[in-house]
């Protein structure tokens, strides 16, 4: 499988995490078989929207816990990774638009056109997958109908223009909260408790909880904990691929104190809940 992704378009890298290619070949499979597993994807806090050359192009909502892909044909993808908290920027707002309902599309996917204006869904779908592109000029596209979605000012100012800084300035005030606190969760790797953050923001934690799950999708002590497992599981990739180290001789009881866990078992159960296997089996695949 041929993945690769690219930094957001200039002005939006608060808004948007990444633009994305994937190319996967069909799995071969004996016919009484079911079709082998393609890839296991992870939970990480962000969203996504994904045009395949298949014509299908959805929404992805924040995950709660993994899932595995299957390969039954091949399948190109162009799509774009939000940051939290920023896809209802992009999705379902303005006139003739439904509100995204984030909390509602947790391990949910939906239709592209259910959530734009299925003329500008359809559009941009046949422009992708219609004629020959190659992949830069598939994400210039992409680009250009992200800056649409936001109706900002002509190419020639987006590099200049703080875009991301503008339009989270002008978001709601409920919107304007949940960011505030993605931003406080992210910088403490899941470590503030959520009554914390509250107080922090000078607000209770119902109306916190109910403001973030509005506009991000997942509850704050969720998204906390995702936070704290990415942060864990990237510190013991990067102590796998030391030659000191390896693999068999990581210490999970130090790495589960040092990433904000009680104790060992505590990390373990979050590995199996976030990858479906033990920190050691699932390091062993990578």
Known sequence: MRYQEFPPPPGLAGLVDCLWLSDAPAAPSPAAMPAPVLHRVLPDNCTDI???????????GMMS????????????????RFRPGAASLFVG??????????????????????????????????????????????????????????????????????LASRVTAAAPAGQALAL??????????????????????????????????????????????????R?????????????ETGMHGQDWATLALDSGYFDQSHLIRDFQDFTGASPGAHLGKR
């Open 231 to 243: 942060n864990a599981r990237a510190a013991a990739l990067a102590a796998v691929s030391t030659v």
């Open 65 to 80: 816990t993994w899932f595995d892909v299957p390969a039954a044909r091949r399948v190109r993808t162009v799509a774009v």
């Open 93 to 162: 707002l303005g006139p003739g638009r439904p509100a995204l309902a984030l909390a509602e599309l947790i391990d949910q996917r939906a239709s592209l056109d259910q959530l734009w204006e299925r003329s500008a869904a359809d559009r941009l779908a046949d422009t992708l997958w219609s004629v020959a592109q190659s992949d830069a000029e598939r994400l210039a596209l992409l680009t250009e109908a992200l800056y649409a979605r936001l109706a900002v000012a002509p190419a020639g100012a987006r590099a200049a223009s703080a």
């Open 180 to 229: 505030r606190a993605v931003a406080e969760l992210e910088a403490s790797c899941g470590a503030l408790r959520v009554e914390t953050l509250a107080a922090t923001l000078g607000v209770s934690r119902q109306y916190l909880t109910n403001q973030f799950r509005d506009h991000v999708g997942l509850p704050p002590k969720l998204f906390a904990r995702i936070c704290r497992f």
């Open 50 to 60: 994904l045009w395949q050359d298949s014509g299908d192009a959805f929404f992805v």
